[in-house]
């Protein structure tokens, strides 16, 4: 898998591509594990990860061999798309997939071999912190060393830890941790969970395609009508892919949202301060992780506004040198270009 064509490494701005991913290359080797005892339990890791981990296609082999690149192979590669930072995070499910004394011991590992990784390249690369999610005690502490002592500039949640969601209050330590640290938390899609992967996985849509942003764009939504924004204020969460569709239904959303209050329908559905277009104005920012469209972005700067809108490649799962030159050459003034590609994930994330 290599690049369509090289894109010329100069600009008047620097390219931070926000949505690239790693993983240790022992956390492969236990995903393997998992998989030669047989079904996990998870049908989406199952599928997902039974294919990328064991095929010999050339795109499987590809992403598979990059994912465990922190050295002069992903330099090579960003070079080759004219990329100048990478933030990394590690690819999904992560260690959300593990018991929870694997997952924490394995946080702990992959933060730390992804900092040493940003000391080595302190010019090439940023990060977001790993937690697992099925200690929420233990992750609020992880994000806290992440980010006070190795530097990382944010916290990876890749979606549904095991079929639950970061909604449930047991989690919001999570949620509380970040935005005591001004951080923000970066919702990677997951493959769908156990109860809503079936019929997507029976016709070949669960993963990238569709059924990663029916997945995540409900994680988010699901926070946002649950009130954690409300609890949370200055909780900053990330999408990538666009939002995952939620920036184009803002109406919809707000319209039903006020429905479902006014007929009481569900007695746990409370009101809100805002409405839900407004967190996703207010908290939520968007990448354009493998949707380098320009009028979806454009529409999404319009409505969102341009300050919440970033680039990113989604490395090594999309790594395509004129997806970097379609957004070089959108419709945007300089200043509005620079911002797109670099300041915002600069103020955003604190580099």
């Given at each position: 898998m290599t690049p369509s064509s090289t894109v010329p490494f100069v600009q008047d701005y620097q390219r931070i591509a926000t949505e690239e991913a790693f993983s240790p290359p022992e956390m492969m080797s236990m995903y393997l594990d998992l998989l030669k005892k047989g079904p996990t339990g998870?049908?989406?890791?199952d599928s997902l990860w039974g294919f990328y981990a064991q095929s010999t296609s050339p795109r499987a082999r590809a992403i598979f061999e990059r994912l465990q690149n922190l050295g002069e192979r992903r330099i090579a590669d960003m070079d080759a798309t004219g990329i100048d930072k990478q933030i990394i995070s590690l690819t999904s499910p992560g260690v959300q997939v593990f018991d929870a004394a694997t997952a924490t011991s394995l946080s702990v590992s992959a933060n730390d071999q992804l900092a040493e990784a940003i000391r080595k390249y302190p010019e090439r690369f940023a990060g977001l912190a790993a937690c697992a999610p099925?200690?929420?005690?233990h992750a609020a502490r992880e994000i806290e060393r992440g980010v006070s002592k190795l530097g990382l500039k944010g916290v990876i949640i890749n979606s549904h830890t095991r079929g639950e969601y970061l909604d449930d209050p047991k989690f919001w330590g999570i949620l509380e941790?970040?935005?005591?640290?001004?951080?923000?938390?970066?919702?990677h899609p997951n493959t769908p969970s156990k109860g809503l992967i079936q019929p997507l996985l029976d016709r070949g849509l669960d993963g990238a395609i569709f059924g990663f942003g029916v997945e995540t764009g409900m994680h988010a939504l699901s926070l946002i009508v649950r009130g954690a924004f409300d609890r949370f204020p200055k909780l900053k969460l990330v999408l990538g892919h666009l939002g995952e569709a939620l920036p184009f239904w803002l109406y919809r959303l707000d319209f039903m949202h006020n429905a479902g209050i006014a007929s009481?329908?569900?007695s746990f559905l409370k009101p809100l301060k805002k409405r839900v277009s407004d967190y996703l104005r207010e908290n939520i920012y968007v990448t354009t992780s493998g949707m380098p469209a320009p009028a979806a972005i454009r529409y999404c700067q319009e409505v969102l506004g341009h300050d919440h809108v970033l680039y990113a490649m989604d490395y090594p799962y999309e790594y395509v040198a004129d997806e970097v030159r379609m957004q070089d050459e959108m419709p945007l003034t300089t200043a509005q270009r620079k911002q797109f590609f670099q300041t915002n994930a600069e103020a955003l994330f604190n580099l």
């Amino acid at each position: 898998m290599t690049p369509s064509s090289t894109v010329p490494f100069v600009q008047d701005y620097q390219r931070i591509a926000t949505e690239e991913a790693f993983s240790p290359p022992e956390m492969m080797s236990m995903y393997l594990d998992l998989l030669k005892k047989g079904p996990t339990g998870d049908p989406g890791f199952d599928s997902l990860w039974g294919f990328y981990a064991q095929s010999t296609s050339p795109r499987a082999r590809a992403i598979f061999e990059r994912l465990q690149n922190l050295g002069e192979r992903r330099i090579a590669d960003m070079d080759a798309t004219g990329i100048d930072k990478q933030i990394i995070s590690l690819t999904s499910p992560g260690v959300q997939v593990f018991d929870a004394a694997t997952a924490t011991s394995l946080s702990v590992s992959a933060n730390d071999q992804l900092a040493e990784a940003i000391r080595k390249y302190p010019e090439r690369f940023a990060g977001l912190a790993a937690c697992a999610p099925q200690d929420p005690a233990h992750a609020a502490r992880e994000i806290e060393r992440g980010v006070s002592k190795l530097g990382l500039k944010g916290v990876i949640i890749n979606s549904h830890t095991r079929g639950e969601y970061l909604d449930d209050p047991k989690f919001w330590g999570i949620l509380e941790a970040a935005e005591a640290l001004n951080v923000p938390i970066y919702l990677h899609p997951n493959t769908p969970s156990k109860g809503l992967i079936q019929p997507l996985l029976d016709r070949g849509l669960d993963g990238a395609i569709f059924g990663f942003g029916v997945e995540t764009g409900m994680h988010a939504l699901s926070l946002i009508v649950r009130g954690a924004f409300d609890r949370f204020p200055k909780l900053k969460l990330v999408l990538g892919h666009l939002g995952e569709a939620l920036p184009f239904w803002l109406y919809r959303l707000d319209f039903m949202h006020n429905a479902g209050i006014a007929s009481n329908r569900y007695s746990f559905l409370k009101p809100l301060k805002k409405r839900v277009s407004d967190y996703l104005r207010e908290n939520i920012y968007v990448t354009t992780s493998g949707m380098p469209a320009p009028a979806a972005i454009r529409y999404c700067q319009e409505v969102l506004g341009h300050d919440h809108v970033l680039y990113a490649m989604d490395y090594p799962y999309e790594y395509v040198a004129d997806e970097v030159r379609m957004q070089d050459e959108m419709p945007l003034t300089t200043a509005q270009r620079k911002q797109f590609f670099q300041t915002n994930a600069e103020a955003l994330f604190n580099l």
